[in-house]
T-cell receptor, first 112, second 113 residues
Framework: AQSVTQPDIHITVSEGASLELRCNYSYGATPYLFWYVQSPGQGLQLLLK??????LVQGIKGFEAEFKRSQSSFNLRKPSVHWSDAAEYFC??????????FGAGTILRVKS | DAGITQSPRHKVTETGTPVTLRCHQT?????MYWYRQDPGHGLRLIHY???????DKGEVSDGYSVSRSKTEDFLLTLESATSSQTSVYFCAIRKRQKGYEQYFGPGTRLTVT
């Protein structure tokens, strides 16, 4: 069965520092991969997606993610974090039957 | 903006009472989904629909039923609410035929006392 692991429940970074959020997936075929962000009390917003082609994908708000098939990973990165990036981030994999499987999420705290 | 609304946005109900949550979309998309979000679990799929009157179960469907009599509306019903169903419920739609990207509504916070 498909699964997604986000190893870090919480991450704290200083404003202006770089960020990397980890995501590992389990899926037998070529995956469709996503990162979503959720601000407190809000719904989920799609940050970026990988379907095929270039393994480095760019998203909104200055985020990027790199697909590494050999490591079954799809880590999210940002070179310089802003206080407004504080939120919860979810990685998801497209599973068979038109469904998504989500990781448990990583809460990002930004300290000034 | 994915054109998705959910109602109610907040609800408190008592154990054993029936509850129906509504998801409404304005863009005529075929696929609609209901998830629940709980700390430490991310989002888990309850049920989804791939057309009018066409629905299927997700990973946490026990205690829930759904109906879709019109393209724009997808209803989630808790026949007899339990405290374990206290959660935030999200509706989502899939916009494209290719790919799995989904777009989410604002959520409904349900508390069962």
């Amino acid at each position: 069965a498909q699964s997604v692991t986000q190893p870090d429940i919480h991450i704290t970074v200083s404003e202006g520092a770089s960020l990397e959020l980890r995501c590992n997936y389990s899926y037998g075929a070529t995956p469709y991969l996503f990162w979503y962000v959720q601000s407190p009390g809000q719904g989920l917003q799609l940050l970026l997606k990988y379907f095929s082609g270039d393994t480095l994908v760019q998203g909104i708000k200055g985020f990027e993610a790199e697909f590494k098939r050999s490591q079954s990973s799809f880590n999210l990165r940002k070179p310089s974090v802003h206080w407004s990036d504080a939120a919860e981030y979810f990685c998801a994999v497209g599973a068979g039957g038109n469904k998504l499987v989500f990781g448990a999420g990583t809460i990002l705290r930004v300290k000034s | 903006d994915a054109g998705i609304t959910q109602s109610p946005r907040h609800k408190v109900t008592e154990t054993g009472t029936p509850v129906t949550l509504r998801c409404h979309q304005t863009e005529n998309h075929r696929y609609m989904y209901w998830y629940r979000q709980d700390p430490g679990h991310g989002l888990r799929l309850i049920h989804y629909s791939y057309g009018v009157k066409d629905t299927d179960k997700g990973e946490v469907s026990d205690g829930y039923s759904v109906s879709r009599s019109k393209t724009e509306d997808f209803l989630l019903t808790l026949e007899s609410a339990t405290s374990s169903q206290t959660s935030v419920y999200f509706c989502a739609i899939r916009k494209r035929q290719k790919g799995y990207e989904q777009y989410f509504g604002p959520g409904t916070r349900l508390t069962v006392t």
